[in-house]
């Protein structure tokens, strides 16, 4: 089983649990075999309103890296952006067909 | 942020992502507060066919606890049994309101 991690931190008071559900699920269809788990991690009401932040940890021994941070990156990822960013860290040899295409036009 | 964590792991070939997903769903909203995450594990193809588990591990130093495992208690657990059993580790104090007055009924 890939020891690969993926968590989604999203904030409660904003209602975005629906959000954050949809794109682990969107994650765990692409990358069934190449994820080890995705994390859904509700933010504290008060500690970071407004977050909305995926993070991939590669390995155990690797450090978590933000893919995308609703603050850094301006508000929610297109889903096949977010892929792209995904596969680079835990399938870097991995084709996502249409989403490659798509980004290379 | 609590440092409980739920595991839910899921048959990948048997398509039960979007029913692993319901139930994590349902348990970020009753326990957005008492849970750190919820973590989606799709089980490898070959190793674990057929398997739907539900693990709490109440904080760092605590073993996981399976809560719900369908080859020993048999289909998919009524999700207000669910909660009950999660409560039970995560927050034994807290009320469940109806999923509490349904048990002793």
């Avoid at 989604?8 to 975005?16: A, G």
């Avoid at 990358?31 to 932040?53: H, N």
Wanted: with cysteine; proline share 5%; aromatic share 8%.
């Amino acid at each position: 089983m890939p020891d690969s991690r993926v968590v989604i931190t999203y904030c409660v008071r904003c209602r975005w649990l629906l959000r954050a559900q949809w794109y682990a699920g969107e994650l765990l269809q692409t990358f069934e075999s190449e994820v080890g788990e995705v994390a859904l991690r509700p933010a504290a009401k008060d500690l970071e309103a407004g977050v909305f932040r995926v993070q991939v940890q590669a390995s155990d021994d690797d450090a978590p890296v933000t893919v995308w941070n609703r603050k850094r990156d301006g508000g929610f990822p297109d889903i096949a952006e977010l892929k792209r960013r995904v596969r680079d860290l835990v399938a870097p040899e991995m084709s996502l067909g249409h989403a490659d295409r798509a980004a290379e036009a």
